[in-house]
């Protein structure tokens, strides 16, 4: 893994992005791989990522929806949100952002970084589901 490559594209999703504050890459069982920002503490953010993962995917298979793979997960707050993506079946891409994110243009440039990041983390592109 090319750790200096990985935090290069972790600075350039906020300046795709306006509103993004913080970003991270973590294992799905919540180990912190890189992170950008200085809002909340990088441990912490990776441990709540694999916490939001694990509810998401139990959330999914109760309610019939948990065929696949994990994809995605937003939590929307009063000051902004939480998004959780999945780059392969290994790691995560966190974003946190402010209330005026375009969370569209969030999802829209999210696709091609967690192309990006998969090829950095496991040197080729993960499928993505």
Not at 6 to 18: D, G, I, K, Y
């Amino acid at each position: 893994m090319n750790r200096d490559a990985l935090l290069v594209e972790l600075h350039a999703l906020p300046e795709r992005v306006a509103g993004i504050t913080d970003t991270a890459v973590a294992t799905v069982d919540g180990l912190l791989v890189a992170a950008t920002g200085e809002h909340v503490q990088p441990e912490t953010l990776a441990a709540l990522a694999a916490a939001m993962l694990g509810l998401a995917q139990r959330a999914a298979h109760e309610v019939g929806k948990g065929e696949g793979a994990f994809r995605e997960t937003v939590t929307r707050c009063d000051s902004g949100y939480i998004a959780v993506y999945s780059v392969g079946d290994e790691a995560l891409l966190v974003v946190l952002a402010d209330r005026d994110l375009n969370l569209a243009r969030l999802h829209l440039e999210a696709r091609g970084a967690i192309d990006r990041i998969s090829h950095i983390l496991f040197g080729e592109p993960q499928p993505t589901r």
